[in-house]
């Protein structure tokens, strides 16, 4: 069952709760629920989901949002911003948006350099460091 069918049940069992111990049964069954649900997306955000897991989990109606999507977004405006001004984003710009961008980059080399970068993200970011690497000669 769905998490939000799940949890829309759970609700309607709780207003429907005569006894204060019908109540905390019921509330301790919504926050297993809720702790479940979570070991799951923190499973698949680490990369510790297999392609068999993910697939009984999406006919159960499981849904994970690719969080992967907001930073792309992110790298792309890095690269426009290098290829339109031929500079890497400063930090200590007037611009706000500059400064983002070198926030950004700034925390995606941290990681990258750990090693600890997401292995869907690191074709991209090298892309990211072979233009800086063009632009600083």
Do not use: C
Request: glycine share 4%.
């Amino acid at each position: 069952m769905e998490f939000v069918e799940e949890r829309s049940r759970l609700h309607q069992k709780l207003s429907n709760a005569k006894t204060g111990t019908e109540r905390m049964l019921i509330e301790r069954e919504f926050k297993d629920l809720q702790r479940t649900y979570a070991s799951i997306f923190k499973s698949n955000s680490q990369g510790k989901l297999s392609e068999a897991d993910l697939k009984l989990l999406a006919n159960a109606g499981v849904v994970f949002k690719n969080r992967d999507d907001g930073w792309h977004i992110a790298a792309d405006k890095v690269i426009t911003f290098i290829n339109e001004s031929g500079a890497v984003p400063r930090s200590r710009s007037d611009n706000h948006s500059e400064t983002s961008l070198a926030i950004w980059l700034a925390k995606n080399k941290r990681l990258a350099s750990a090693g600890k970068m997401n292995n869907q993200l690191i074709e991209k970011w090298e892309q990211i460091e072979i233009l800086i690497e063009s632009i600083s000669k």
